[in-house]
């Protein structure tokens, strides 16, 4: 619920916060504008979005296209508030949460990655709710694109109970360790076979 400009289909009257265009109207004998009223009414909360790229060296290749794909998706459902985390042993934001970013930029710095290192998967969910936390949108979702194979030591499971909501996107023919983290967080799992599936994989764990 919030104090919205009145729009007397959509809410009730706020009395307190419309209390001095009312007293005022009385006290100079004329009608009420409407303007200065206000209401209290339902509001749909936004959503905010963080993608994570797996770009280690077992996530070389098709899905790096894959990955981009996924950012120009990610990019189109949340214009206004979404990142794009790459990582490998380190992490790298493509786009911060709180940074505006041209699409198309966002998508060649994604385009331009290449395969390579260890994966840090706990310290890249770690990052991501960092990144999350500086949205005020009231649904939250981390994307993870990647095969969950985890070669640097942490708790990938205690990192994912930072978030509010964690959906993985893995390759469909190498999804065992994804499927493994997705029970023991919770997470909503599916798979995509390349740059063509990853938008409808997309649609299935937010939508679906």
């Known amino acids: 619920m919030s104090t919205q400009p009145y729009r007397p289909e959509d809410g009730d009257l706020d009395v307190d916060a419309s209390l001095d265009a009312l007293t005022t109207a009385r006290r100079d004998a004329r009608a009420i504008d409407p303007d200065e009223l206000r209401i209290r009414a339902w509001t749909k909360p936004g959503t905010a979005i963080c993608l994570v790229v797996d770009r280690s060296g077992s996530m070389g290749g098709k899905p790096l296209a894959t990955s981009a794909v996924a950012a120009a998706a990610v990019a189109w459902r949340a214009p206004d508030d979404y990142s794009v985390l790459t990582f490998a042993k380190e992490v790298i934001a493509a786009k911060s949460q ?47 694109l990647s095969d969950c194979r985890a070669t640097v030591p942490g708790d990938a499971a205690a990192a994912a109970a930072r978030l509010d909501e964690l959906v993985i996107i893995a390759p469909e023919a190498d999804d065992t360790d994804a499927v493994e983290l997705a029970a023991r967080t919770g997470a909503r799992l599916t798979t995509a076979d390349g740059p063509a599936a990853v938008a409808d994989a997309l649609d299935r764990v937010l939508d679906g």
């Open 98 to 144: 709180d940074v505006p970013r041209p699409a198309e930029s966002v998508v060649d710095a994604v385009l331009a990655l290449r395969g390579f290192g260890t994966t840090d998967l706990a310290g890249a969910l770690g990052a991501a709710a960092d990144q999350l936390a500086r949205s005020r949108a009231g649904r939250k979702i981390t994307v993870l």
